[in-house]
């Protein structure tokens, strides 16, 4: 007997369960298939898209981080070459495969300067592109793979990040379900992460410090969803 199989065995005994235990089997999986969703928070019960998102840009502009809003896709060039000319940043940016990305009309900003591929260590600035927001926190759910690159939520100093209000959701609960909706409940990605800000710490004399375990700088594009028709 294994270590392992030596410490689920005493598992097993104090709770009086068998190792085939075909029924506590059923009650596992019948909890995991169900998906019980916990509690939401108050806040964001019954809101409107339009009070959702200011509940979002509030969390995030509180954490650091700078929010623009565009109207268009078309827009978010312009917008990205603003804000890095306003923090004096370089018109350089590291960006994974995601054509609703690369396929933006980067034409309209000649002086900014597109590399592919995944963040490297000389790379300043990178640019992503969020598969949900939450309100409930001001929180962005980044999912990996050749599209947009782990490396680019943490490895440059500066990161731009793009999310559509249509992919703004109350709470932690329904970005889980649209997660799964896009991927399958077998085909999750490796890796979901839940940015809410730049990154700081306080641990080291109690000193805030921007930028210690990620990026110093955060600065979120949301798309407006276009409005009805009249």
């Known amino acids: 007997m294994t270590s392992r199989e ?9 709770l009086g369960a068998g190792r085939d235990d075909a029924a506590r089997r059923a009650i596992a999986e019948e909890r995991i298939a169900a998906r019980a969703r916990h509690l939401t928070p108050e806040r ?19 954490e650091s981080a700078s929010v623009v809003e565009v109207d268009s896709k078309q827009d978010i060039p312009s917008a990205i070459a603003g804000y890095l000319r306003a923090s004096n940043l370089p ?38 592109h969020a598969s949900a927001a939450v309100a409930e926190t001001g929180t962005l759910v980044l999912v990996s793979g ?13 990161h731009i990040v793009v999310v559509e209000e249509g992919d703004l959701v109350p709470a932690y609960e329904d970005a889980w379900e649209a997660i799964r909706a896009r991927f399958g409940a077998r085909a999750m990605p490796r890796t979901v992460n839940f940015i809410s800000g730049p990154s700081r710490t306080g641990d080291i004399g109690g000193r805030l410090v921007m930028g210690a375990h990620g990026p110093q700088r955060m600065c979120v594009v949301i798309v407006r969803r276009p409005a009805p028709r009249t």
């Open 6 to 14: 030596a410490i689920l065995s005493k598992i097993r005994a104090g």
């Open 91 to 128: 018109a350089r940016i590291r960006v994974g495969g995601d054509a609703r990305l690369t396929q933006l009309p980067w034409g309209s900003e000649p002086h900014l300067e597109l590399l592919l591929g995944r963040a490297q260590p000389g790379d300043e600035v990178g640019l992503t």
């Open 44 to 62: 964001v019960k019954d809101k409107s898209p339009d009070q959702l998102l200011k509940l979002f840009r509030g969390f995030l502009e509180r």
């Open 146 to 158: 050749a599209d947009n690159p782990v490396t680019l939520n943490f490895l440059p100093e500066t």
